[in-house]
């Protein structure tokens, strides 16, 4: 394990209380039947940073994003969110801690038989205290404004392009004013032009909603654009931790591989 991770672990422990942190992860376990998934997670996420977390397919991402909103129960470990131990929050304390926590699927996954403007009702609309319409209408439109596409309010999901459809589904994840956002692979499938200008909304996004992320990839150059810092997973391990320059000129070569396979 890189020595950062084991100086950041140190900090934790001291700072457990610190609101400098909305995630915080030490040492987390899960494994299914006799198959270990996450070994040994540890990680903080600092309130308005860009976490990117680099890792192939099958090594967990999805199962540590299942963790932190609490849809898979760790084996062993800490996983604090806003501070507080996940494995100690009631049904509803989870509900509403799932509620400040936005994702961005890989598939954004409309509604294909509601508008755009249906598709961003629906989050606020099935909160406890349902808003009118005309409650709704400034907030559809600023998220669509945010996301660069105020013109589509009217149109069918069909009518969109891959890259306006992860935007909208953005939209609607923002329309709840989200603290943590977690994007999982929010440029797979997108063409090299779209999937760049995805990675510039998230760090609109970042800046315009003050929004802590951790933006899971194996896209480079999301993974350049979006970063404050880069952590590198393997086989349910962070291995090493840095800046995409450090990372890129790293002695280990699972880690210069993300980056070869760009060049
Ligand atoms: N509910 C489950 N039951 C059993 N095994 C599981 C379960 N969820 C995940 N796994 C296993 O855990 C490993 C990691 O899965 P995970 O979905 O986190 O991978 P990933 O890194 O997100 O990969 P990908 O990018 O392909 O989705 C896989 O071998 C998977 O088969």
Same mark, same amino acid.
């Given at each position: 394990m890189d020595s950062a991770i &084991?100086?950041?672990?140190? %900090? @934790? $422990? *001291? *700072?457990? *209380?610190?609101?400098?942190?909305?995630l915080e992860i030490e040492h987390l376990k899960k494994s299914f039947d006799d198959k270990q998934v996450l070994n040994d997670i540890s990680l903080k996420l600092k309130k308005g940073e860009n976490l990117v977390v680099l890792g192939k397919s099958g090594h967990g &991402?999805?199962?540590?994003i299942k963790c932190i909103v609490g849809l898979l129960t760790p084996d062993a470990g800490i996983l604090k969110v806003f501070n507080k131990e996940i494995t100690d929050l009631n049904k509803d304390e989870l509900t509403e801690l799932r509620r400040r926590i936005g994702f961005l699927f890989q598939n954004s996954a409309l509604y294909d038989s509601m508008s755009v403007r249906e598709n961003l009702e629906f989050p606020l609309q099935r909160q406890d205290e349902p808003l009118s319409k005309e409650e709704l209408i400034p907030l559809i $439109?600023?998220?669509?404004?945010?996301?660069?596409?105020?013109?589509?309010?009217?149109?069918?999901?069909? +009518?969109l392009s891959g890259g306006m459809? &992860?935007?909208?589904? @953005?939209?609607? %994840?923002?329309?709840?004013?989200?603290?943590?956002? @977690?994007? +999982?692979?929010?440029t797979t499938g997108l063409d090299p032009i779209t999937s760049s200008e995805i990675s510039l909304l998230i760090l609109d996004i970042q800046k315009k909603y003050n929004t802590s992320s951790i933006i899971i990839t194996h896209d480079m150059a999301c993974a350049k654009v979006t970063n404050d810092r880069i952590m590198v997973l393997k086989e349910g391990e962070?291995?090493?931790?840095?800046?995409?320059?450090?990372?890129? *000129?790293? $002695?280990? $070569?699972?880690?210069?591989?993300?980056?070869e396979s760009t060049n």
């Open positions: &084991k100086t950041g672990n140190k %900090t @934790l $422990e *001291n *700072n457990v *209380n610190s609101p400098e942190y909305v &991402k999805s199962v540590l $439109e600023e998220v669509l404004e945010a996301v660069g596409l105020l013109d589509a309010i009217d149109k069918m999901p069909s +009518d459809r &992860k935007r909208i589904g @953005l939209a609607r %994840t923002l329309i709840l004013k989200p603290a943590i956002m @977690l994007y +999982d692979e929010p962070f291995i090493a931790e840095g800046s995409y320059e450090a990372l890129e *000129n790293s $002695e280990d $070569e699972f880690v210069r591989s993300f980056f």
